[in-house]
């Protein structure tokens, strides 16, 4: 399959690591253990976007990797509240913990269908202007209370 801009989907994946990691370094300039803070990275990346990724892979498949990462976060975290709602309202929080190999099998198996979709990178100035949006935000914002 052509890929326009030569984004790989194992180039997206190590952008994805990078920000995962950068997301995990940040609170640690804060106070927080490096362990705890990896620990709030994997989770994201476990609960949050697998999830999100795998209900993308199932319904729509967007070309804009920069969509599609936007997409995959949005909707893990609406497929987390919904999972955490059914846990409770069934009375089986205990399910929470089945998401993420729910998502990694949901995910498996849209394998190919994944994988005939393109992606397309985003262009370098609107990298560099969400690069200056997450700055600024990180810059501005301080956890309340680092030992939390």
């Given amino acids: 399959m052509d890929r326009p801009h030569g984004?790989?989907?194992?180039?997206?994946?190590v952008l994805l690591a990078v920000f995962l990691?950068?997301?995990a370094a940040w609170p640690v300039c804060f106070?927080?253990?490096?362990?705890?803070?990896?620990?709030?990275?994997?989770?994201?990346?476990?609960?949050?976007?697998?999830p999100g990724r795998a209900l993308l892979a199932w319904?729509?498949?967007?070309?804009?990797?920069l969509e599609r990462a936007f997409l995959s976060w949005a909707a893990g975290c609406a497929v987390?509240?919904?999972?955490?709602?059914?846990?409770c309202v069934f009375d089986v929080r205990a399910i929470t913990w089945l998401l993420p190999p729910v998502a990694g099998l949901a995910l498996f198996l849209a394998r190919?269908?994944?994988?005939?979709?393109?992606?397309?990178?985003?262009?370098a100035r609107v990298l560099w202007l969400l690069a200056l949006v997450l700055v600024l935000t990180?810059?501005?914002?301080r956890p309340d209370r680092p030992d939390e």
């Fill in 112 to 123: 190919g269908r994944a994988a005939n979709t393109a992606w397309r990178a985003p262009e």
């Fill in 31 to 50: 106070g927080w253990s490096a362990a705890h803070a990896l620990g709030t990275s994997a989770f994201l990346a476990l609960f949050v976007w697998l």
């Fill in 59 to 65: 319904s729509v498949l967007p070309e804009d990797a």
């Fill in 80 to 87: 987390l509240c919904l999972w955490f709602f059914v846990g």
């Fill in 7 to 13: 984004l790989t989907p194992r180039a997206w994946f």
């Fill in 138 to 141: 990180l810059v501005r914002s």
């Fill in 21 to 23: 990691l950068a997301l």
